[in-house]
């Protein structure tokens, strides 16, 4: 059974930085570009980050303007995990985030793809 489990979402103040983690079970996450999403109140899904397969593209990275110099995706291996750090929070970074087995960039936005797996998603809080 494939399944992804996020955590580190919490309560931040702006500012301040949170690490989640994306963990797989029942899949190697090394054959897939792994992607974060999010999902702020009263909005639909935003593609954020996107991390390339390690056996074909050497995990390239890609990222929104908006996260870009702020947050950092990157691959444990041998975990089984793929992070994403976020840094100087901003409120409006606050959402639930998601990660999938499936994403590409395209025209400077991050997209997902059909069938990919998605996690339950961690919350993220950035409020003084």
């Known amino acids: 059974q494939v399944q992804l489990v996020e955590s580190g979402g919490d309560l931040v103040q702006p500012g301040g930085s949170l690490r989640l983690s994306c963990t797989g079970s029942?899949?190697?996450?090394?054959?897939?570009?792994i992607g974060w999403f999010r999902r702020a109140p009263g909005k639909g899904p935003e593609g954020i980050s996107c991390?390339?397969?390690?056996?074909?593209?050497?995990?390239?990275?890609y990222y929104v303007d908006d996260v870009k110099g702020r947050f950092i995706i990157s691959r444990d291996k041998a975990e089984n995990t793929v992070y994403l750090q976020m840094n100087s929070l901003k409120p409006e970074d606050t959402a639930i985030y998601s990660c999938?087995?499936?994403?590409?960039?395209?025209?400077?936005?991050?997209?997902?793809?059909?069938?990919?797996?998605w996690g339950q998603g961690t919350q993220v809080t950035v409020s003084s």
């Open positions: 999938t087995t499936g994403c590409n960039q395209e025209r400077g936005s991050i997209v997902g793809e059909t069938g990919a797996y």
């Open positions: 029942g899949v190697s996450l090394t054959y897939y570009n």
């Open positions: 991390i390339a397969r390690s056996d074909r593209n050497d995990d390239m990275t």
